[in-house]
């Protein structure tokens, strides 16, 4: 009876066809309530109030948001598409190093970046002569320098793709190299391109920490300090609802930039790519070239990080931070196993509603951590408000948030880092092996745990080693969700660097980027 209960919860098999399981509307929930709340919670509140922060602040809120958004596109566009051609196109020393050393610079979190170059570049930094990092054109170079690989990654797979085909019948025309690039690879890898940029400015949306550092506020910026500073939950609520509309217009742009196009690929083998290599002087200028963003990403501010941390001692508050840092990363990666498996699981076999219901959570990670912050506690509201009808408010379950609220957040907002790769391992598995072990009288609790874990227990490592990072990293949402008494590794960083204390500061931040990696 259990067995054939959970078999109904997780496919939904005896549920009318057009009705999701009850698992796959869980994991919507997880994603949808929050929001759902959210915007409930922001026709709250005085309208007054909403007038005066039209007026005032919310301008330059929107207006940092999108001149952020444009200047860290055209950056990424900059500094990814030519260095990924250069490496699928041509060989020179240390290409082979430089194809993966090249993604490195999103394991550094785009604020310990923002910590070390403007420390670098301010009155006794070792750049000073340079332009103070800090503003918008300051956050827009961080920015661009730390999420480029989203752009070279997609955009070099798709020059990959195309094989040399395109490019030949173009030098065949008498086209040069230059205008043989713009005219055929470009255009074919332009989808690609597209969703690496779309993916860029949505990091930029959901930070946090290099806006409020550098003095670039923006609506994420306005949200942490509605709730935190101000206490005006409802004027939190609003901005968030705003941003909201902001990342689904980022991701509409991009889906109608990439409608009807389709990434150019060859399918015979004489299209494959042949790469030229370049000696002399083109050969340096090309190994230069892409050291630049790798260079401005990575080694330059890893290094002073690094030797700033050596020159000070450790914070004693790091401690208590790193530890807080492991637990919530910890429990959170269990937590994203155990719904990455049961979601693929859902996937693999669940009727189109239920598959439906989990494309819907893995959403969330388009979602701002912010955002999802306010709504998780609009939601807790919610639920308090009914506690306190039916209990009489004898059970304070839902107040403040919490550890559950940020483990609630983490889990909504890495929903798709936690499903993909077990969903990718498992569509691997043959599906006479589930056959095999339905004819054994195998029910499902036994060919999750027996059959498909172990099989996929590579993507269930990835989904929850994927999760971890991200968590070590997260800012705005654990901001505004955790407890008074308890600090991560971001939260003490940045609590530091707001001080202007940049040497204690920087031993933090090395300790959160050594794990990244």
Request: aromatic share 8%; charged share 10%; proline share 6%.
């Amino acid at each position: 009876m259990a067995v054939g209960t959970l078999d109904n919860f997780m496919t939904g098999r005896r549920s009318g066809g057009w009705i999701p399981s009850p698992g796959g509307v869980l994991l919507a929930l997880i994603f949808l309530a929050p929001l759902g709340a959210l915007l409930g919670f922001s026709l709250s509140g005085d309208s007054a109030h909403l007038r005066h922060l039209a007026e005032t602040l919310l301008p330059t809120y929107v207006g940092n948001s999108a001149m952020l958004g444009g200047l860290t596109a055209v950056g990424t566009i900059t500094l990814g598409v030519p260095t990924a051609f250069l490496i699928s196109r041509y060989h020179f020393v240390g290409r082979g190093m430089l194809g993966w050393a090249m993604a490195l610079p999103l394991a550094m979190p785009a604020y310990v970046a923002a910590y070390a170059w403007f420390s670098m570049t301010a009155a006794g930094g070792p750049l000073e002569a340079l332009p103070m990092v800090r503003g918008v054109g300051g956050a827009a170079f961080v920015f661009s320098i730390t999420f480029y690989p989203y752009v070279f990654l997609l955009a070099r797979q798709a020059f990959e793709s195309q094989g040399a085909s395109p490019m030949e019948a173009a030098r065949s025309l008498g086209a040069s190299p230059i205008p043989a690039f713009f005219r055929t690879a470009l255009p074919l890898a332009r989808p690609a391109i597209v969703v690496g940029v779309a993916l860029a400015v949505m990091e930029v949306l959901a930070d946090y920490g290099v806006a409020d550092f550098l003095g670039a506020p923006t609506l994420t910026v306005g949200i942490v300090r509605a709730w935190s500073s101000f206490g005006d939950p409802a004027a939190a609520a609003r901005l968030a609802i705003i941003l909201l509309f902001a990342a689904a217009l980022a991701l509409g742009v991009e889906r109608l930039a990439r409608r009807g196009r389709r990434f150019g690929a060859v399918g015979r083998r004489e299209g494959a790519v042949h790469r030229t290599r370049l000696t002399g002087a083109p050969g340096f200028g090309a190994l230069l070239l892409c050291l630049l963003p790798l260079t401005l990403g990575l080694l330059l501010p890893t290094s002073y990080l690094a030797f700033m941390a050596f020159d000070v001692q450790p914070a004693r508050s790091g401690w208590p931070a790193l530890q807080g840092t492991l637990m919530l990363a910890g429990a959170s990666a269990v937590l994203a196993a155990i719904l990455g498996i049961g979601a693929a699981t859902i996937l693999r076999t669940g009727r189109a509603p239920s598959r439906a219901a989990v494309r819907i959570a893995q959403a969330g990670y388009a979602v701002p951590g912010a955002v999802g912050a306010i709504g998780i506690l609009a939601l807790f509201a919610t639920l308090q408000r009914l506690s306190d009808d039916l209990l009489g408010g004898a059970a304070p379950v839902f107040a403040g948030g919490g550890i559950i609220a940020l483990l609630y957040a983490y889990q909504a907002r890495f929903a798709a880092a936690a499903i993909g790769p077990c969903d990718s391992a498992l569509s691997r598995v043959s599906p006479s092996i589930d056959q095999a072990a339905r004819s054994l009288g195998a029910g499902k609790v036994r060919v999750i745990t027996q059959v498909y874990a172990p099989l996929a227990l590579g993507g269930i490592a990835t989904a929850a080693l994927l999760v971890f990072v991200e968590v070590m990293k997260e800012l705005p949402a654990t901001m505004i969700l955790r407890p008074f008494d308890l600090d991560t590794l971001a939260v003490t960083a940045h609590n530091y660097a707001s001080d202007e204390r940049l040497a204690a500061a920087a031993s933090v931040p090395v300790v959160n980027m050594l794990s990244d990696r």
